[in-house]
């Protein structure tokens, strides 16, 4: 079951970002999906790394944050969480902590099911 949402909510992602006319809708859509996903699958670290990435793509840096840290306190070895918390570290954090996690997150796969956050490192 939450494949079927992760896989939905990565498909309005999506279109958000080529449709951006549809942002809001297609990023309510998504988070919606991945939050029922994460109220049924409470540690599941794929859906909460999705949910991660959205957050990020929304600029909730903290809340982002937050669901990252515990994608990685549930086992999570995929890059995209590690990335995603690099992303979401640099808006909330240091530039150490936001190194050490981009550097980390190099050395590691990225699933296929997951996906990573938006960064443009010489916005903001």
Known sequence: MAMKQITEARHLVDQAWQRLAHWDRNMDAAQALLERARASHPHDPQVLTCLGALLCDRALYQQAEAVLREALAQGSLDRHTTFNLAVAVFH?????????????????????????????????
């Open 92 to 124: 909330t954090g240091t530039r150490r902590q936001t190194l050490a996690l981009f550097g980390a997150a190099a050395k590691m796969q990225p699933s296929a099911i997951t996906w990573a956050a938006y960064f443009d490192p010489h916005a903001s």
